[in-house]
T-cell receptor
Framework: DTAVSQTPKYLVTQMGNDKSIKCEQN?????MYWYKQDSKKFLKIMFS?????LIINETVPNRFSPKSPDKAHLNLHINSLELGDSAVYFCASSPWGAGVTEAFFGQGTRLTVV | DAKTTQPNSMESNEEEPVHLPCNHS???????IHWYRQLPSQGPEYVIH???SNVNNRMASLAIAEDRKSSTLILHRATLRDAAVYYC??????????????FGGGTRLMVKP
């Protein structure tokens, strides 16, 4: 069973469209994240959610709206897609609480805006 | 966040040991040193972490300098499957932010058969 799964794996869409990427984790973790990896391969945190509540929003445009229906899911909805949104988006999860824990990442969703 | 310096790329021969260095001279006393790797077309995966003492697990060993300003990830016998980008990430465990990781450029490890 895949621990953190994202769908779709590939997404090609036109500028101006609205699209969603889904993420599910079956690890029982309380915290989920979205990361963006651009064409230069730098990975940057976008959002952090704990138990369905937003914890961190790293200056991401308002067009990006994460939604967490329950603590096992964190979906990413993007409005009015722009060319610069083309990237690979990774979902991740980890336990919450004191101490160091490892994060588990999904396989990524490659978004191409044309 | 502590700034890290890693070589852009390194090469190794298969079945030989590999030492991947990382400088993190601005690390704070509460920062753990995490290592993750990203295989081609995959998400990052955890390798190892430590605070002060050297650490071993089934994947690798982590050697941490006494002043904690640098660390070295050691792969004891590189395989072709170890070809990946390796990220060194000093990070504190902030209960208000979860396990948020700040990735740098990493080191691209190439393994030759």
């Amino acid at each position: 069973d895949t621990a953190v799964s994202q769908t779709p794996k590939y997404l090609v869409t036109q500028m101006g469209n609205d699209k969603s990427i889904k993420c599910e984790q079956n690890l029982g973790h309380d915290t989920m994240y979205w990361y963006k990896q651009d064409s230069k391969k730098f990975l940057k945190i976008m959002f952090s959610y704990n138990n369905k509540e937003l914890i961190i929003n790293e200056t991401v445009p308002n067009r990006f709206s994460p939604k967490s229906p329950d603590k096992a899911h964190l979906n990413l909805h993007i409005n009015s897609l722009e060319l610069g949104d083309s990237a690979v988006y990774f979902c991740a999860s980890s336990p919450w609480g004191a101490g160091v824990t490892e994060a588990f990442f999904g396989q990524g969703t490659r978004l191409t805006v044309v | 966040d502590a700034k890290t310096t890693q070589p852009n790329s390194m090469e190794s021969n298969e079945e030989e040991p590999v030492h991947l260095p990382c400088n993190h001279s601005t690390i704070s006393g509460t920062d753990y040193i995490h290592w993750y790797r990203q295989l081609p077309s995959q998400g990052p995966e955890y390798v190892i972490h430590g605070l002060t003492s050297n650490v071993n697990n089934r994947m690798a060993s982590l050697a941490i300098a006494e002043d904690r300003k640098s660390s070295t990830l050691i792969l004891h016998r590189a395989t072709l499957r170890d070809a990946a980008v390796y990220y060194c990430i000093p990070e504190s465990r902030d209960n208000n932010a979860g396990n948020m990781l700040t990735f740098g450029g990493g080191t691209r490890l190439m393994v030759k058969p």
